[in-house]
T-cell receptor, first 111, second 115 residues
Framework: RKEVEQDPGPFNVPEGATVAFNCTYS??????FFWYRQDCRKEPKLLMS???SGNEDGRFTAQLNRASQYISLLIRDSKLSDSATYLC????????????FGSGTRLQVQP | EAGVVQSPRYKIIEKKQPVAFWCNPI?????LYWYLQNLGQGPELLIR????????DSQLPKDRFSAERLKGVDSTLKIQPAELGDSAVYLC?????????????FGPGTRLTVL
């Protein structure tokens, strides 16, 4: 079983749609949680950190459920530019340096 | 501010040949990482440096892979000899241990094809 599991997709959604991605992690000692975005043939870039209380950044909302070891990312009002692979990332290192990546969920927003 | 620089961007070699990748982290970043990313997978850590010290190399296949970070700045990752299964993207990342968020910034990667 992988440490971080994600639905690979692809998720094909029309512009303006709301889409949600889920992720589960197996290490109950995980301390820090993130969503990274990776465009095709590009490097991963931090999208947002995920906090226990949930957090929002514009159209993006991240939620964490430690009891269920579950992380989610909600994208509202999808844009064509949101098309990318979204990587769920966890760290059991309090220094947040040892990152474990999921395989990613691919999103394709269509006009 | 310049990002993480990697070279070459692409490399095609025949199996059993050696290959080396170079990384220049963001200025002032004391932590440097080498990751391997296979197609359709997330990055997997190979080695992490704190300054010039390799503090986590448990996932580095030491029979054929080696890395160094002389003077705690640039780093080189070497494979000798390369095998077909080594075809992947090799990503370098850096972070500032003293920063509030310690975000890892990735370079564009080196895409290796072993024939």
């Amino acid at each position: 079983r992988k440490e971080v599991e994600q639905d690979p997709g692809p998720f094909n959604v029309p512009e303006g749609a709301t889409v949600a991605f889920n992720c589960t992690y197996s290490n109950s000692a995980s301390q820090s949680f993130f969503w990274y975005r990776q465009d095709c043939r590009k490097e991963p870039k931090l999208l947002m950190s995920v906090y226990s209380s949930g957090n929002e950044d514009g159209r993006f909302t991240a939620q964490l459920n430690r009891a269920s070891q579950y992380i989610s990312l909600l994208i509202r009002d999808s844009k064509l530019s949101d098309s990318a692979t979204y990587l769920c990332v966890v760290s059991a290192d309090t220094g947040r340096r040892a990152l474990t990546f999921g395989s990613g969920t691919r999103l394709q927003v269509q006009p | 501010e310049a990002g993480v620089v990697q070279s070459p961007r692409y490399k095609i070699i025949e199996k059993k040949q050696p290959v080396a990748f170079w990384c220049n982290p963001i200025s002032g970043h004391n932590t440097l990482y080498w990751y391997l990313q296979n197609l359709g997978q997330g990055p997997e850590l190979l080695i992490r440096y704190e300054n010039e010290e390799a503090v986590d190399d448990s996932q580095l296949p030491k029979d054929r892979f080696s890395a160094e970070r002389l003077k705690g700045v640039d780093s080189t990752l070497k494979i000798q000899p390369a095998e077909l299964g080594d075809s992947a993207v090799y990503l370098c990342a850096s972070s500032d241990r003293g920063a509030l968020t310690d975000t890892q910034y990735f370079g564009p990667g080196t895409r290796l094809t072993v024939l």
